[in-house]
């Protein structure tokens, strides 16, 4: 089993910044795609970014593009989603998930979760 434990989510004014940290362990993470998701209040789980085994590739939801960027650090088994220029329509809770493949936007095609950060942009 992986463990996922994400952090960094907070409160932010609109414009601002924030960057989201993901912990892995009980895997050897770079044999593991990652992914962003998030859910917005009342909607359905979301993604928002994908980031290959190496960091070496990345794609993203159109709605975030060009405002977060999504890394990892092999070495310290941690991934990253740096969000700049947030909006409130940003407010949802962020999820990391993995697995072994890279590729897809879908929920179910991962295997593994983090309990979720809470990130609220306020107007």
């Known amino acids: 089993q992986m463990q996922l434990v994400e952090s960094g989510g907070g409160l932010v004014q609109a414009g601002g910044s924030l960057r989201l940290s993901c912990v892995a362990s009980?895997?050897?993470?770079?044999?593991?795609?990652m992914a962003w998701f998030r859910q917005p209040p009342g909607k359905e789980r979301e993604f928002v970014a994908a980031?290959?085994?190496?960091?070496?590739?990345?794609y993203y939801a159109d709605s975030v593009k060009g405002r977060f960027t999504g890394s990892r650090d092999n070495a310290k088994n941690t991934g990253y989603l740096q969000m700049n220029n947030l909006k409130p329509e940003d407010t949802a809770i962020y999820y990391c998930?993995?697995?072994?493949?890279?590729?897809?936007?879908?929920?179910?095609?991962?295997?593994?979760w983090g309990q979720g950060t809470q990130v609220t942009v306020a107007s």
């Open positions: 998930a993995a697995k072994s493949d890279y590729g897809g936007r879908s929920v179910g095609e991962y295997r593994y």
């Open positions: 009980g895997r050897t993470f770079s044999r593991y795609a």
């Open positions: 980031v290959s085994w190496g960091g070496t590739s990345t």
